[in-house]
Nanobody, 125 residues
Framework: QVQLTESGGGLVQAGGSLRLACAAS????????MSWFRQAPGKEHEFVAS????????DYSSSVKGRFTISRDNVKNTVYLQASSLKPEDTAVYYC??????????????????WGQGTQVTVSS
């Protein structure tokens, strides 16, 4: 059974940092684009960042570019999101997601077939 499990969320003050992790099990995700999305209360899922299977290509939303860094360790089957200079507007549930094997990156939630359960990030002002 395929499973994505996020961890690392929590409460942090504005300007602080968190490192989120997404551990995959049930299959190898080395050939899948992996992405992070977030959902604030009352809002739709918002694309945050993506990384291709080799880790050589990344993409970020304009709202996090320069502050967040996505990376992956295919040996550990894990994807990370280093979130720095956090702002109150970054408060949301953060989800990792995977596309079908060998598919290219996408910013659309509907293009992802595997999802984790989410981890809460709360940034206080």
């Amino acid at each position: 059974q395929v499973q994505l499990t996020e961890s690392g969320g929590g409460l942090v003050q504005a300007g602080g940092s968190l490192r989120l992790a997404c551990a995959a099990s049930g299959r190898t995700f080395s050939n899948h684009v992996m992405s992070w999305f977030r959902q604030a209360p009352g809002k739709e899922h918002e694309f945050v960042a993506s990384i291709n299977w080799a880790g050589g290509s990344t993409d970020y939303s304009s709202s996090v570019k320069g502050r967040f860094t996505i990376s992956r360790d295919n040996v550990k089957n894990t994807v990370y999101l280093q979130a720095s200079s956090l702002k109150p507007e970054d408060t949301a549930v953060y989800y990792c997601a995977a596309r079908r094997e060998y598919y290219s990156s996408s910013v659309l939630p509907r293009d992802y077939i595997y999802w984790g359960q989410g981890t809460q990030v709360t940034v206080s002002s």
